[in-house]
């Protein structure tokens, strides 16, 4: 997991690069969760990006991928649909906890 902390214009600089599709979850007025699903040697995995306005000129990013499990699990469905078989237990769990939060919500 990285974390980094930019100034607005380095937000707006900021790229990921291979990425498939992506979708931008309003956790609240200052908080995000932008999942990603990124081509990878020959998979596709999912990318996570929590991004909190911390005032007019600066974001916190945090940037995780579903190997490392990350806590966010609110990935919506056309993502996960895109990801490529695993066999990595801490991505396989992530999956598993995204696909019971999403079968909460219906």
Request: hydrophobic fraction near 40%.
């Amino acid at each position: 997991m990285q974390t980094i902390t930019l100034t607005a214009q380095e937000f707006e600089e900021y790229r990921i690069s291979d990425v498939i599709d992506m979708e931008v979850i309003d956790v609240s007025d200052s908080l995000v969760e932008v999942y990603y699903a990124v081509s990878r040697a020959d998979a596709v995995s999912a990318q996570i990006v929590v991004i909190e306005k911390l005032d007019d000129d600066s974001y916190w990013l945090q940037i995780s991928d579903e190997y490392e499990s990350p806590v966010q699990a609110q990935c919506p469905a056309s993502i996960l649909e895109q990801l490529t078989p695993t066999d990595n237990p801490n991505a396989l769990a992530w999956r598993t906890r995204c696909r019971e939060a999403l079968a909460s919500t219906c």
